[in-house]
């Protein structure tokens, strides 16, 4: 099966994923990938936030050995993005996925991605203003309280929260920089670009 036909059969089989959702066959398919980076591009740019945050959630594997630099080209890979109005707002659950590396960095991993942004990847203002505006309106997203954090990995997914500060760690080790703890420090950040 190609990446592609991995995805939507995972789609198509679990809708939303957790790991009482998921069955053997489903880790086993996974582990036939042919490219990990393009499985994690497709389903960025083909299905929405919340489905893809559970499949990076139960599936670790598929991101856990992720340098920065494979990170870097993940979110290179994944430009142009759809540009956001703010009469969109109300759209704050079924976001599109084409943001999620960007939420899953700061929100799950505690790495600041407009870090990134400015300093690894070659962006037209143009597209580092969208990520910018995405940001300020979607900021919500952008952040988990530890406790329910804690809760959703424990109750739904298979990483823990020890797991995740460690992967964090390594990360800002090779060169990335520690996110926010509230939104309000992370749009100060914003307005100050």
């Known amino acids: 099966m190609t990446n592609e036909e991995i995805s939507h059969k995972l789609h198509s089989e679990l809708g939303e994923i957790n790991r009482h959702t998921v069955k053997k066959e ?4 996974l582990n036939n990938l042919d490219d990990g980076h393009s499985f994690l591009l497709f389903n960025l740019k083909k299905y929405q936030s919340r489905y893809i945050i559970g499949l990076l959630l139960t599936f670790p594997i598929l991101w856990i050995n992720f340098s920065n630099q494979d990170w870097i080209s993940l979110i290179q890979s994944n430009f142009p993005r759809k540009k956001r109005m703010r009469e969109e707002h109300f759209k704050l659950i079924n976001i599109d996925g084409e943001f999620t590396d960007l939420i899953f960095l700061q929100r799950y991993l505690k790495i600041n991605p407009i870090y990134i942004l400015l300093n690894f990847i070659k962006l037209e203002s143009e597209e580092l203003n969208n990520c910018i505006e995405f940001v300020k309106i979607y900021g919500d997203k952008f952040f988990i309280s ?14 823990g929260k020890n797991e995740l ?29």
Do not use: A, M
């Not at 992967?167 to 080790?173: D, E, G, H, Q, R």
């Open 165 to 193: 500060d460690l992967y964090s760690l390594k990360l800002i080790n090779q060169g990335f920089t520690k996110g926010f703890d509230t939104r309000e420090k992370f749009e100060e950040y914003l307005n100050n670009i």
């Open 26 to 29: 489903h880790f086993d398919l």
């Open 146 to 159: 530890d406790f329910e954090l804690k809760e959703d990995l424990k109750d739904f997914y298979n990483i």
